[in-house]
């Protein structure tokens, strides 16, 4: 009995620890865009996005 406690109580802080490991994980993650997003200078015109169909439309 005490085998299978000490089983279940090894599962539960694995998973907690797995957790916690993706979580800061993520956290980073979402940091490392934010600054990213904050250093790549933003257009706000239509030629500026490639995928956009106006820029594919025009003529230039």
């Not at 299978?4 to 620890?17: E, Y």
């Not at 979402?30 to 015109?45: D, F, M, S």
């Given at each position: 009995?005490?085998?299978?406690?000490?089983?279940?109580?090894?599962?539960?802080?694995?998973?907690?620890?797995?957790?916690?490991?993706?979580s800061?994980?993520?956290?980073h993650?979402?940091?490392?865009v934010?600054?990213?997003?904050?250093?790549?200078?933003?257009?706000?015109?239509?030629?500026?996005?490639?995928?956009?169909?106006?820029?594919?439309?025009?003529?230039?």
């Amino acid at each position: 009995m005490l085998k299978h406690v000490i089983n279940d109580v090894t599962v539960v802080i694995f998973a907690i620890v797995l957790l916690a490991a993706l979580s800061a994980a993520a956290l980073h993650r979402t940091q490392q865009v934010q600054i990213t997003e904050a250093t790549i200078p933003l257009c706000h015109t239509a030629h500026c996005h490639a995928m956009n169909p106006g820029h594919w439309l025009t003529d230039r």
